[in-house]
Nanobody, 118 residues
Framework: QVQLVESGGGLVQAGGSLTLSCAASISIFRIKVVGWHRQAPGKQRELVASITNDGTTLYPDSVKGRFTISRDNAKNTVYLQMNSVKPEDTAVYYC????????????WGQGTQVTVSS
């Protein structure tokens, strides 16, 4: 069983910065893709960043240029650096991992709340 533990959420003012962490219980080299997602009240969960095991990153237009996903292989941790945050970034943020086992299985963390005040 793979565990993902998010941390770093909290309250931040609009225009500020926040860094989220996603620590995996397995070697990060076994993870094909790590994604950061968010879900605001009454809205569908959406992908905000992803990184593959070869370092390829992907962002939707809503966060491009403001959010940066990165990984520390030695710590089996993936980060989401959030800059110039906006009130509409308020949501619960989740990380996900597609892990190579017998098949590729997807795992999710428990989520961390990010609240941006105006």
């Amino acid at each position: 069983q793979v565990q993902l533990v998010e941390s770093g959420g909290g309250l931040v003012q609009a225009g500020g910065s926040l860094t989220l962490s996603c620590a995996a219980s397995i070697s990060i080299f076994r993870i094909k893709v790590v994604g950061w997602h968010r879900q605001a009240p009454g809205k569908q969960r959406e992908l905000v960043a992803s990184i593959t095991n070869d370092g390829t990153t992907l962002y939707p237009d809503s966060v491009k240029g403001r959010f940066t996903i990165s990984r520390d292989n030695a710590k089996n941790t993936v980060y989401l650096q959030m800059n110039s945050v906006k009130p509409e970034d308020t949501a619960v943020y989740y990380c996900s991992a597609d892990v190579v086992e017998r098949y590729v299985n997807s795992y999710w963390g428990q989520g961390t709340q990010v609240t941006v005040s105006s």
